[in-house]
Structure formats: C-alpha cells, structure tokens
C-alpha cells in the first residue's frame, strides 16, 4: 500500500473515530448557587481560531500575555490591562501553542516552519524548517529550544539562530489523535511523550536518549481501538514524573530511570495539573478527576461537565478551574470538586487557561483573549 492511500484510509478511520468520540450528549449547565464572584477586567482581539480542532494556549511571562490567532497574528498585550504592547502577522497558518523563553516567543506552523520573535517587540529574530506540523508549544531554556513535530520527531534548534543541534526520531503508529505533547524541560532534561504510549527523557543539549518507557501498551482489535497516544505534556512534582495518554493509564514514574510507582485507568488526551498534593485531570468523558500524588488513590470525580469537552485542569490558589464548548469557565473546589463559580466568555474554550494570583486568562476560539479575576462572596 502506498503512502497516499495509507493516509487516506488513517484520515477515514480518524473522522469514523471522532464520530464515535460523542458518546453522550452534553451535561446541561447544573444549577448553582455561587460561592465566589468573577470579575471581567478586559477583553481583547487577537484574532479567531473559530472553526480549527487547535488549543492555541497564550503564555504569560514578566508581566504580558502572548498569544498566536491561527490565520498568523501574534499580539502581546500588557496582563494588567490589556493593553497592546506590540503586534505582527506572520503570514503564516498557526497551527500550536504560543511557547516564550530565551527572550523568545516562538510558534509553528502547518508547514513546519518554527518562527521566534524577540519578546520585547515582536521582530523576528529567526525562523527554521522542522520536518512536518508543529501543534503544541516550542519549549526553550538553556539556549536551545525544542520542538516536537507530529510526525514523531523532536528536534533542538540554537535558541540564538535557529540552527538545528539535534533532532531525536522513532517509529509512530499510522494512525494518531490530531495532537503532540509540549516538551517539558527539566534541569537539562527533555520530557516528552509519543502517539505510542511512550514517554522519553532525552539530553537537552544534544538530544541524547536517556530512558524511554511505556505509559501504556496498545490493546483492541483495531488501530482506532489501539489508540493510546501521550499528547498531554508530562508533569514533574519533587521527584516523580506524571504522564497519561488516551485509551490507557495515568502513571507516576521515578525521573532517574522511568520505573513505574503507580498507575490508575485513565483516558485522556489534556494536559495534567498539580498543586503538590493531588495530581487533577480531565478525562476524554468530561469528567474532571483528581487523584493523591503519592499513591494515586482517587480523591474525587466531579460528573457534571461530563459531554461539555472541558478544557486541561488549571489550579489558582483553592480552585481548579477549566473551560467548556460553550464558552463557560468553571471553578471547582480543589477539596472536593464541587461547582463553585462559572463565568462566560466569547467562544468555546479548548485551551487551557493561565492563572497568575487572582487572575486568570482565557482564550476562545471566536478570537478573544479575557482576563477574569477571582473574588470571593
């Protein structure tokens, strides 16, 4: 079989999943008496991405917040106010995360092209070719940043001029979730995951491959059914790194050699968050779980957004909040799960959101960028 017709058929299957994907309809909103007020302190245009699959996340860094819009606008805006502290249009189709490091704000494009923009003015400082898509965010630190491609590859470029140090590559399946892991950087460390099941750690500075283990193993009598890739980025808490992939386990692993210390039954495809104790996820049901760091013993399971497609988990201070198709920003209870406060904004919210103290950004995919601050009653 050719490559072509290889990819349509894996194309086919996809969209035959993606129909199965909806198995319930959505939750409607539960009635709630709030426990805590949100206040809107502005608003903002950065550009839609109404009508793409892509969790275009904003970053927050000293003080501004950048974000990527997919038709190739990248905007920074003051976190106080939201006032526009520069903009450009790349001319490009945005497919990722918007990552920032090195006094850099870097983003990749649908034709594989990484692009880095000096922080402080939005002038582009260099671009570099990888070898197919980029959806999720570059990561950087150390003068390298890194890359991870949707064809399996994860590649180093010289922070300084985007010139290729490294690049790290492994067999993928023919069929994957329209989705890739951010890299996480650790000390000078790579973490990353794979639509394998697997999860890697490699040498920041020259992408040398330390440990590589499975999250979980493939299993199911076809390729939809075998879909276990890791597209959440892994999460480092002390000395234990958390990884989870789609259709498999969510997994606490030793850093020094990737030795299992636990793993739950788990299906998602989002990233995880933490607050030093319980380790909080979001299902590819709905349901938002948290479950305890060190024993992975289940905590809580909050069923009432179940079908709402609600976005990663994102902690601020006592609250854990995430975002919904409609639109709706929920808070949640890091005790216990239970609803405390929900907030609309302007489009459905796919990515997560950045927190900062009280205050939060969210991103809709109509093409708004809020910042909601949390009050209490």
């Given at each position: 079989?050719?490559?072509?017709?290889?990819?349509?058929l894996?194309?086919?299957?996809l969209?035959?999943?993606?129909s199965?994907?909806?198995?319930?309809?959505?939750a409607?909103l539960?009635?709630?008496?709030?426990e805590?007020?949100?206040?809107?302190?502005?608003?903002v245009?950065?550009g839609?991405?109404?009508?793409?699959?892509?969790?275009i996340?904003?970053?927050?860094?000293?003080g501004?917040?950048?974000?990527?819009?997919?038709?190739?606008?990248?905007?920074?805006?003051?976190?106080?106010?939201?006032?526009?502290?520069?903009?450009?249009?790349?001319?490009?189709r945005i497919?990722?995360?918007?990552?920032?490091?090195?006094?850099l704000v870097?983003?990749?494009?649908?034709q594989?092209?990484?692009?880095?923009?000096?922080?402080?003015n939005?002038?582009?400082?260099?671009?570099?070719?990888?070898?197919?898509?980029v959806?999720?965010?570059?990561a950087?630190?150390?003068?390298?940043?890194?890359?991870?491609?949707?064809?399996?590859?994860?590649?180093?470029?010289?922070a300084?001029d985007?010139k290729?140090?490294?690049v790290?590559?492994?067999?993928?399946?023919?069929?994957?979730?329209?989705?890739?892991?951010t890299?996480a950087?650790?000390?000078?460390?790579?973490?990353t995951?794979?639509?394998?099941?697997r999860?890697?750690?490699?040498?920041?500075q020259?992408?040398?491959?330390?440990?590589?283990?499975?999250?979980?193993q493939?299993?199911g009598?076809n390729?939809?059914?075998?879909l276990?890739d890791?597209?959440?980025?892994?999460?480092?808490?002390?000395?234990?790194?958390y990884?989870?992939?789609?259709?498999?386990?969510?997994?606490a692993?030793?850093?020094r050699?990737?030795?299992?210390?636990?793993?739950?039954?788990?299906?998602?495809?989002r990233a995880?968050?933490t607050?030093?104790?319980?380790?909080?996820?979001?299902?590819?049901?709905?349901?938002?779980l948290?479950?305890d760091a060190r024993?992975g013993?289940?905590?809580?399971?909050?069923d009432?957004?179940?079908?709402?497609e609600p976005?990663a988990?994102?902690?601020?201070g006592?609250?854990?909040?995430?975002?919904?198709?409609?639109?709706?920003?929920?808070?949640?209870?890091?005790?216990?799960?239970r609803?405390?406060?929900?907030h609309?904004?302007?489009?459905a919210?796919?990515?997560?959101?950045?927190?900062?103290?009280?205050?939060?950004?969210v991103?809709?995919?109509?093409?708004?960028l809020?910042?909601l601050?949390l009050?209490?009653n």
């Open positions: 079989m050719n490559r072509a017709v290889a990819m349509l894996a194309l086919a299957m969209s035959a999943c993606a199965r994907s909806v198995r319930e309809p959505p409607p539960p009635e709630l008496k709030p805590l007020r949100v206040s809107e302190l502005w608003t245009d950065v839609a991405s109404a009508g793409t699959a892509l969790r996340t904003p970053a927050l860094e000293d501004a917040v950048y974000m990527a819009a997919a038709e190739g606008r990248v905007s920074a805006h003051a976190a106080d106010s939201g006032k526009e502290l520069w903009e450009v249009d790349l001319e490009a497919s990722g995360a918007t990552g920032v490091g090195e006094g870097l983003v990749g494009s649908r594989g092209e990484v692009i880095a923009l000096q922080r402080e939005g002038n582009r400082a260099w671009s570099a070719r990888v070898s197919s898509e959806l999720a965010a570059p950087a630190a150390a003068g390298i940043v890194v890359v991870q491609t949707v064809d399996g590859k994860v590649f180093g470029l010289a300084a985007g290729r140090a490294w790290y590559e492994r067999t993928e399946p023919a069929l994957t979730l329209r989705g890739t892991a890299p950087i650790v000390n000078d460390v790579v973490l995951g794979f639509a394998s099941g999860i890697a750690a490699l040498r920041l020259d992408g040398k491959l330390l440990w590589e283990v499975p999250v979980t493939p299993r009598r390729e939809i059914e075998r276990v890791v597209d959440a980025s892994p999460l480092v808490l002390g000395e234990t790194i990884a989870a992939s789609y259709q498999g386990k969510l997994v692993l030793n850093p050699g990737g030795a299992v210390a636990w793993s739950r039954d788990v299906s998602t495809y995880l968050a607050d030093g104790r319980n380790i909080y996820v979001t299902d590819d049901r709905g349901h938002v948290a479950f024993s013993a289940s905590v809580w399971k909050q009432q957004l179940r079908g709402r976005s988990p994102v902690v601020q006592d609250y854990l909040l995430v975002g919904d198709f409609e639109g709706y920003v929920h808070w949640l209870a890091r005790e216990d799960g609803l405390l406060a929900r609309r904004v302007d489009g919210v796919r990515a997560p959101a950045v927190a900062t103290g009280d205050t939060i950004f991103a809709g995919l109509s093409g708004t809020s910042a601050r009050l209490s």
